[in-house]
């Protein structure tokens, strides 16, 4: 099943040449781009819904910052339109939204098929290849988004799973620590996450692949031939479309 999905998208403000104005609007821009950033990701979310979800369906909700805009406009149409809509949510952060906005709750085992799937992602390519979550437009991975591939994986097996990934497929794959609290980083099914900073393009097809059949891998972020459209929020208040390449 092919998923439609989203990603945002924000230029930065261009830069100055003089040293002593930056520092003194250095607050100001920064509140300024912040504020694009943030209206950038309820625009692409707003499209996707408005674009995507139709009555009587069954809807996947993904997690990150920009799916609470999504969901915000999905109760809005919700309430307006008096639309039957059931929310499976990827997450416990999902799951309070959908909770919290009154929608209709189900999980994979009542709904197992879903009608379409929105969530963010951290670059996407040419051919809607992405990685999953902050929203960079490229023509291929890893031209933006420099924090690496994540991929979940049991904890005894993380450091044979990072010693596997960068003899096979090279680059580094570090075990990614918690910022609020002392050690690594805890998914919602209490397993670690390895990010994998690969060093050059990749046939992403056969790579994901692979990357899974590791013992010890859960799941990696890369989504690979399951977005059917993307959709890129801009500074100047418009979106952007992308939709994959034809073979």
């Avoid at 209206?39 to 799916?67: C, M, P």
Wanted: include cysteine; charged fraction near 20%.
């Amino acid at each position: 099943m092919r998923l439609p999905g989203w990603v945002l998208f924000c230029k930065l403000a261009p830069g100055f040449h003089s040293a002593s104005w930056r520092q003194k609007h250095a607050c100001s821009l920064s509140q300024a781009a912040a504020n694009m950033a943030e209206e950038a990701k309820k625009l692409a979310a707003y499209a996707a819904v408005d674009n995507h979800v139709q009555n009587n369906q069954v809807v996947g909700v993904g997690s990150g910052s920009t799916i609470v805009y999504a969901v915000d406009r999905l109760a809005e149409r919700v309430r307006q339109e008096k639309l039957n809509i059931v929310c499976v949510p990827t997450s416990f952060q999902a799951r309070q939204l959908i909770l919290q906005h009154g929608l209709t709750l189900s999980d994979l085992d009542r709904h197992p098929e879903l009608d379409v799937a929105i969530d963010g992602a951290d670059e996407v390519d040419a051919d809607l290849t992405l990685i999953k979550g902050g929203g960079k437009d490229s023509k291929a991975l890893g031209q933006q988004w420099k924090k690496g591939v994540p991929i979940e994986v049991i904890p005894m097996a993380y450091v044979p799973v990072s010693r596997t990934i960068a003899k096979c497929f090279g680059g580094e794959a570090n075990l990614r620590m918690a910022v609020s609290k002392a050690g690594p980083v805890v998914t919602d099914n209490s397993n670690f996450i390895l990010d994998w900073k690969f060093e050059h393009a990749q046939n992403w097809k056969e790579v994901n692949t692979a990357i899974k059949m590791i013992p010890g891998v859960v799941d990696t972020g890369l989504f690979v031939g399951m977005a059917e459209r993307a959709y890129f929020g801009m500074e100047d208040g418009s979106v952007q479309v992308r939709d994959p390449l034809l073979n």
